[in-house]
């Protein structure tokens, strides 16, 4: 049992460049989350998940795009990566109840 | 805005020492109250979960009470160690029908030294 996994750990992107966070899950877990985490700030959430097919916007969605083909899935993507979108961004994911949420490891990213 | 406020933003103690750190909120309707503690370069770990008829709940060293007429939780944590150092992070969660939206609060950095 993995818990919550994420792809990759790190990453460097030059400005306009797009690339593709990977989350999965192996706990059969209804909800996912994308958040975002830079210092001072809290964690900040981007789009999150109520289910396989099912996605919406958080507090932070700009620049962001999410799907969720799998349950087991979800994927951020960046399309036009900028230097606002240094970060370290974090995945998670909660079964109904007892609404317990678990984290992955982070992504950090790092757009020059 | 739905916000979640924690204190002190940092806090330093010895080794041994008890500590307690404070989360005000304004989350309405509230339906649980969690604290995580997050190592640096990890992602946040679950501490306690809290629902609003529930006054304390502890794990381990660490204890959460939660006063949901004045809006207060308090993590306290008994006779510190070193791998306590960590951020601490209060989330409220909403009762919300799209998603169970959840109010992180930015977090108290402890670091506890010998």
């Known amino acids: 049992n993995a818990g919550v996994t994420q792809t990759p750990k790190f990453r460097v992107l030059k400005t306009g460049q797009s690339m593709t966070l990977l989350c999965a899950q192996d706990?059969?877990?209804?909800?996912m989350y994308w958040y975002r985490q830079d210092p001072g700030m809290g964690l900040r959430l981007i789009h999150y998940?109520?289910?396989?097919?099912?996605?919406a916007k958080g507090e932070v969605p700009d620049g962001y795009n999410v799907s969720r083909l799998k349950k087991q899935n979800f994927l951020l993507g960046l399309e036009s990566a900028a230097p606002s979108q240094t970060s370290v961004y974090f995945c998670?994911?909660?079964?109904?109840?007892?609404?317990?949420?678990?984290f992955g490891p982070g992504t950090r990213l790092t757009v020059t | 805005k739905n916000q979640v406020e924690q204190s002190p933003q940092s806090l330093i103690i010895l080794e041994g020492k008890n500590c307690t750190l404070q989360c005000n909120y304004t989350v309405s309707p509230f339906s649980n109250l969690r604290w995580y503690k997050q190592d640096t370069g990890r992602g946040p770990v679950s501490l306690t979960i809290?629902?609003?008829?529930?006054n304390t709940k502890s794990n381990g060293r660490y204890t959460a009470t939660l006063d949901a007429d004045t809006k207060q939780s308090s993590l306290h944590i008994t006779a510190s160690q070193l791998s306590d150092s960590a951020s601490y992070i209060c989330v409220v969660s909403l009762n919300s029908n799209s998603g169970y939206a959840l109010n992180f609060g930015k977090g108290t950095s402890l670091l506890v030294t010998p």
């Open positions: 809290m629902t609003f008829s529930e």
């Open positions: 706990m059969n877990h209804e909800y």
């Open positions: 998670a994911s909660m079964a109904r109840l007892p609404y317990e949420q678990y």
């Open positions: 998940s109520v289910g396989e097919g099912t996605t």
